[in-house]
């Protein structure tokens, strides 16, 4: 089996724990998933199924993600899984305020993320030294924010901000809502998240672990074959003397020059895997026939 999944990750359990059921639905041990999606957040999970755990990487980057940020709370984690670090009222703040400042967060940016997160420093993630009360310097990044959409705006004590975020991948949301309660000078925290889209995955696509679980039983369900998850990749096929070629790992001449690095290659009897063109020649890069 090679393919993938459109997921529907539910809140209350982590990306790996989904990869775990999967495992267990399908009965292989070879599931990957791209992307992690911290344990309250829902949303889209792309899930690799066999050889095509090599071909998470060349998914599309761009995430959309809907998030619900609360203004006037501050908390360890920079969501509402951490002990709150300081609380006050932020009534005063309008809907009028926020765009000018979410406007700053658009482009290529450089982003602090969370204390608590998954990066390593030094081989240890670095929640494992917050949980230990280690104060670490954590490493800046450039991320890729394409746009940032207000979709609802509720007033009160704690007023809170629905946005609607595209982004490339590294982005931390929870960042975002941090900072941008620092900018308004009354701290903020991240109080919902649903990611709409990633991997090229949408969220009105995607399948529950209930739903996954029921067609694998009554044996309706299929994998999303790799050149429809690819097809953003463009596309060459080969001759079955080229393709034989490839798959032993061995470069092919172009006719012509493909100005595209990473490109699906196809034999007569479909999908062989990625090769990167370079001055005319097609080097295999992933190969899985």
């Known amino acids: 089996m090679i393919g993938f999944i459109n997921l529907h990750k539910p809140i209350g359990i982590t990306s790996h724990d989904c990869v775990y059921k999967v495992r267990r ?3 292989l041990k070879r599931v990957g ?3 992690t999606l911290d344990p309250k ?3 889209v999970l792309p899930i690799a199924v066999g050889g095509a755990t090599r071909l998470l990487s060349y998914l599309p980057h761009t995430k959309t993600y809907q998030a619900l940020i609360r203004f006037g709370v501050v908390t360890t984690t920079d969501d509402l899984e951490g002990e709150i670090v300081s609380q006050r ?3 005063h703040l309008t809907s009028q305020e926020i765009p000018p400042y979410l406007k700053r967060f658009i482009g290529k940016i450089t982003q602090t993320p969370p204390a608590y997160s998954a990066i390593s420093v030094d081989g240890v993630r670095l929640y494992e030294r917050a949980r230990k009360g280690e104060v670490v310097d954590v490493p800046t990044r450039q991320v890729d924010i394409h746009s940032i959409e207000v979709v609802n705006w509720s007033s009160g004590q704690f007023p809170e901000l629905e946005v609607k975020i595209a982004c490339g991948s590294g982005t ?4 975002i809502a941090r900072d941008l309660g620092q900018l308004l000078e009354v701290g903020a925290t991240l109080a919902g998240l649903i990611r709409l889209e990633s991997g090229g995955f949408s969220l009105q696509e995607s399948l529950t672990l209930e739903e996954l679980n029921q067609q694998i039983a009554q044996e309706t369900f299929s994998l999303i074959p790799p050149e429809m998850a690819l097809s953003h990749l463009q596309k060459i096929t080969l001759c079955d003397l080229e393709a034989e070629r490839f798959s032993q790992g061995q470069k092919i001449s172009l006719i012509e020059t493909i100005p595209i690095e990473s490109i699906q290659v196809h034999s007569s009897k479909g999908f062989l895997g990625i090769g990167e063109s370079c001055q005319m020649l097609l080097s295999p ?3 899985l026939v």
């Open 33 to 35: 998933h791209g992307g």
């Open 172 to 175: 931390y949301i929870r960042s």
């Open 285 to 287: 890069k992933i190969v």
């Open 89 to 91: 009222s932020a009534k």
């Open 25 to 27: 639905f399908l009965k």
């Open 41 to 43: 957040a829902s949303g």
